[in-house]
């Protein structure tokens, strides 16, 4: 087979991208993985892609009933037509009479024998040009030997590759997992693996092993089994994504927030909103949704830690009327569960989103639930770089708020972030003739300069930025101190 070789997609979403375009034509590929990973389902929608394009598809099952496939088919609204034949093999009569075994024969030789010639037969009578082969581990088993099984392995690669069929063999690994007779014979080798983490449901992830010839997405990839069949999130490279767009100031719509932000916060960064809880992380990244949607925009949510029903009942007193953003279409908002959600399905959301040319604002809050989600601390920077990295390319700006642990003093934060985002707004609480304050600072902006005061502010029917907290120092410490020893009335808000 000379000249470029065709590739048969798989069908399945995410992974043909991760395959740069589906399955080489004609070649044998393993997709290997323990029992429950989803090789049966990608399998599957392997054979109904070739059926819906009219080629014709052959299922080998040596483990799984036909019954218990139509039945695995019907569950993800896929039918098995004409075009997609599952064929059952079962071993002959003679092997399950004691009085006709062979005595000069081990059964083993003439079982595998068998089989193969069963599947060969199989695929001549139906001229199939998808096969799928489930599962190694049986022919393993018949096999008894690694040389035996490296020979029929190495057979069946060559009948099928005369016939130009694309074939698909499946591995449970549940026998001889250090065996890699099939991945040095395969053209290619995906590898499915399942995690449980202690809390939540189980995560999905997988990798392209080998793939001879071909370029191809490395490194893992989440992916998900729902109802219409799986689907894979190809791990986000945000230097493959790039908009052309003008970085242009975007105000706060609060004239004091405005100055304390040297005129606001550039289109396409990235802003870290800091603080202890309550401090009004949330209020604060509203303001900005509600000012992008004023001035025409479109802003997307993805809310973490509060209920939405809350959020929308207590943002309205404040003039942030959620609800009616989203009835007009102009605010995206998603309720996520760290305990349900996959890194990659959710910065394939995000992503989503993002790509909208329409959307100029994204938030994320917090980026303490986001970390739930995560497996450990060293693979949340990464994501964050990455999808930060992409949402600036696309000109949106983006907004991350972070609990920190305690209410006063010394504070730590879950995970160190501020170094990627492009600004940071450290809000703080402080003691001042027996109550307690707010207190609101710039301490980082890389795209212009910006006030280095602190300003108390308040949540009075919406956000009161005052003026400079000049009388005092040590504020940010939770401690302040004035020098006549006298706390200044709450000063008169410009906004």
């Known amino acids: 087979m000379g000249g470029v070789i065709s590739e048969a997609r ?13 399955l080489a034509s004609g070649r044998l590929f393993l997709l290997e993985g323990s029992p429950g990973t989803g090789k049966t389902t ?122 130009r ?32 983490p202690d809390y939540g449901s189980e995560r999905r992830r997988m990798r392209v092993v080998k793939y001879r010839a071909q370029g191809f997405r490395g490194g893992y990839h989440d992916f998900i089994i729902r109802t219409d069949g799986a689907r894979v ?23 004091g927030f405005d100055r304390l932000l040297g005129g606001g916060i550039e289109s396409g960064s990235s802003t870290l909103i800091l603080g202890p809880t309550g401090t009004g992380k949330s209020t604060i990244a509203l303001q900005f949704i509600a000012e992008t949607i004023r001035n025409g925009g479109k802003a997307a949510m993805f809310v973490f830690d509060e209920e939405l029903g809350l959020l929308f009942e207590r943002a309205k007193p404040l003039g ?7 009835a007009s279409g102009r605010l995206q908002v998603a309720q996520l569960d760290a305990a349900e ?38 693979s949340l920077i990464l994501h964050m770089h990455e999808l930060l990295q992409f949402l600036n390319r696309q000109g949106v700006s983006t907004f991350l708020t972070v609990a920190q642990h305690g209410l006063i003093g010394d504070m730590k934060t879950p995970v160190d972030v501020t170094y990627l985002a492009d600004s940071v707004i450290l809000l703080r609480y402080f003691e001042a003739e027996g109550a307690v304050r707010r207190a609101l600072s710039v301490i ?47 000063p008169a808000s410009d906004e």
């Not at 999130?233 to 004239?255: C, D, I, M, N």
């Not at 942030?320 to 989203?326: K, S």
């Not at 100029?360 to 986001?370: A, C, E, F, M, W």
Request: hydrophobic share 40%; glycine share 8%; with cysteine.
């Open 233 to 255: 999130f190809p791990r986000l490279v945000a230097a493959e994504h790039r908009r052309q767009f003008k970085r242009v100031p975007v105000s706060t719509g609060l004239a």
């Open 341 to 378: 959600l996959s890194p990659g399905e959710f910065a394939h959301n995000v992503c989503a989103a993002g790509s909208d040319p329409e959307i100029k604002t994204v938030l994320i809050d917090s980026l303490n639930g986001y970390q739930a989600a995560m497996p450990e601390e060293n």
């Open 42 to 163: 990608m399998a599957m929608r392997f054979l109904v892609e070739g059926a819906e394009a009219g080629e014709q598809g052959l299922y080998v099952t040596l483990s799984e009933t036909a019954q218990e496939l139509t039945a695995t088919a019907e569950s993800h609204g896929w039918r098995l037509d004409k075009n997609v034949e599952v064929f059952e093999v079962v071993p002959p009569e003679s092997l399950l009479d004691s009085e006709q075994q062979q005595s000069l024969l081990y059964s083993s030789d003439l079982e595998l024998g068998e089989t193969t010639k069963l599947i060969f037969e199989a695929a001549e009578r139906t001229k199939a040009t998808r096969i799928v082969i489930d599962s190694l581990s049986e022919i393993r088993l018949l096999a008894q030997s690694s040389l035996r099984y490296r020979r029929q392995i190495l057979a069946m690669k060559h009948y099928f590759s005369r016939h």
């Open 320 to 326: 942030f009327d959620l609800a009616a953003m989203q």
């Open 444 to 490: 980082k902006k890389r795209t212009g300069r910006h006030e280095d005061t602190i300003r108390e502010f308040w949540i009075d029917g919406g956000i009161r930025i005052g003026e400079p907290l000049t009388e005092f120092h040590g504020v940010l410490r939770g401690t302040p101190a004035l020098s006549d020893d006298r706390a200044p009335a709450r």
């Open 165 to 196: 069929a694309t074939i698909l063999m499946l591995d449970d690994l549940t026998t001889d997992t250090l065996d890699k007779t099939v991945h040095s014979v395969a053209h290619g080798v995906i590898r499915l693996e399942e995690l449980t």
């Open 10 to 22: 798989t069908g399945v979403p995410g992974l043909d991208d991760i395959l740069t375009g589906g």
